[in-house]
C-alpha cells in the first residue's frame, strides 16, 4: 500500500521570504519536520517496511533562496527523525527526484540536476528514485549520482517516459539499464518509471492501457538486462 505524504519540501515553499513577526524560519522549519514525522510514523504497521514522498519540488526551489534552506532542513531533519526510530534496521526513507509532471509539465526542468543531486543525496534516505528516462543528459547525471552514492543506498533509475505518448521497447529498456549500470553497482541499481503516471481520475495524457504497456516494457526489459 502507498500512502501520501505532504513532502517537507513543498511545505517549506509555505514560508514567505519576507518572514513572518513573531515566527522564525527556524522554528516553521522544525515544525514542518515535526509534523512530516507524525504523518509518517502513523502510517507504520509491523508489516510495513519503508516511507517515501516525491520530491517534485525541490528542482524548482533549489534555484530559490531562502526556500532552498528550508527544502534542505525539513527534509534532512525528517529523514533523519525517522531513520533513527529503533524501529528501523536501516535508512527507511525513500526519495523521488522528479523533473516532469503528468501533462507533459516540465517546469522544473530549467534547474539542472548537478544542482539537485547534491542536495537530494544529502537526505539520510536509503533509496532515491530517479527520472531518467526524459533527461536530456542521463549519461552526465548517472556520473553524478555515481559521485554522491554511499554504501547501502539503492537508486531506481527511470527507464520509460510516461509523458512520451510512444511505448518503449524491451530492448530500449535493457540498453538503458545496461547504461545505468556503467556508473551504479548493480547491487545498488534498480528500475523504475519516470515521473507522470498521474494518479488522477480526471487526467487523460496516459490511457491505462498504454501505462500498462511501458510498464510490461520496463519490466520485461529489466529481466533481459538481469
Not at 121 to 143: I, N, V
Not at 149 to 166: K, Q, S, Y
Request: neutral net charge; contains cysteine.
Amino acid at each position: 500500500m502507498k500512502q501520501a505524504v505532504v513532502a517537507p519540501s513543498m511545505m517549506s515553499l509555505l514560508y514567505p521570504p519576507s518572514g513572518i513577526a513573531g515566527y522564525a524560519r527556524e522554528v516553521f522549519v522544525q515544525d514542518v519536520s515535526d509534523e512530516a514525522e507524525k504523518d509518517i510514523r502513523s502510517g507504520w504497521t509491523p508489516a510495513h517496511t519503508r516511507s517515501s514522498w516525491t520530491s517534485k519540488t525541490p528542482a524548482p526551489s533549489s534555484s530559490w533562496t531562502p526556500a532552498a534552506e528550508s527544502l534542505r532542513g525539513s527534509s534532512t531533519s525528517t529523514t533523519s527523525s525517522c531513520n533513527a526510530s529503533p524501529r528501523r534496521s536501516g535508512p527507511g526513507s525513500a526519495c523521488t527526484a522528479a523533473r516532469a509532471l503528468p501533462q507533459g509539465s516540465t517546469h522544473s526542468l530549467d534547474v539542472d540536476y548537478g544542482d539537485l543531486l547534491p542536495q537530494l543525496f544529502r537526505l539520510q534516505a536509503g533509496t532515491f528514485y530517479l527520472s531518467l528516462a526524459s533527461e536530456p543528459d542521463p549519461e552526465g547525471a548517472l556520473k553524478m549520482t555515481a559521485d554522491q552514492l554511499r554504501p547501502g543506498i539503492r537508486v531506481f533509475v527511470g527507464v520509460t517516459d510516461p509523458c512520451d505518448p510512444r511505448v518503449e521497447t524491451a530492448e530500449e529498456v535493457r540498453d538503458r539499464v545496461f547504461r545505468a549500470a556503467r556508473n551504479i553497482p548493480a547491487n545498488q541499481l534498480g528500475t523504475c518509471d519516470d515521473a507522470g503516471f498521474s494518479p488522477f481520475a480526471d487526467d487523460q495524457s496516459t490511457s491505462r492501457q498504454k501505462a500498462f504497456a511501458k510498464i510490461r516494457a520496463r519490466v520485461e526489459g529489466t529481466k533481459q538486462a538481469r
